[in-house]
Nanobody, 125 residues
């Protein structure tokens, strides 16, 4: 098991909400950028949101106004509150962390250093 573990995925009806959690273990990542990505079957891994060590947030256009990313550095945990879920949000959601090099929105998957195993989110219509 790697240093990142996601939880909170599941099946929800369209319009519903879910809260994903990502807990880092083994060392502190409080100075790192933390991000959420998602991957639907047959598609590439897409950026969802990212949060810097000091709480600056970035979102993909498709989730702005519906999803909220946050982190608790004392608990080494990141969250993704997902509201007004739609069937197009169905995917495996991954958390990831990277060094704070460069500037936001930190949306390229290959720039991330550590990944979780993923958690399935399914939104039914």
């Amino acid at each position: 098991q790697g240093p990142l573990v996601e939880s909170g995925g599941g099946l929800v009806q369209a319009g519903g909400s879910l809260r994903l959690s990502c807990t880092a273990s083994g060392r502190t990542f409080s100075q790192f950028v933390m991000g959420w990505f998602r991957q639907a079957p047959g598609k590439e891994r897409d950026f969802v949101a990212a949060v810097t060590a000091d709480g600056i947030t970035y979102y993909a256009d498709s989730v702005k106004g519906r999803f909220t990313i946050s982190r608790d550095n004392a608990e080494n945990t990141m969250y993704l509150q997902m509201n007004s879920l739609m069937p197009d949000d169905t995917a495996v959601y991954y958390c990831a962390i990277r060094r704070p090099i460069g500037s936001g929105p930190y949306s390229y998957p290959r720039q991330y250093d550590y990944w979780g195993q993923g958690t399935q989110v399914t939104v039914s219509s």
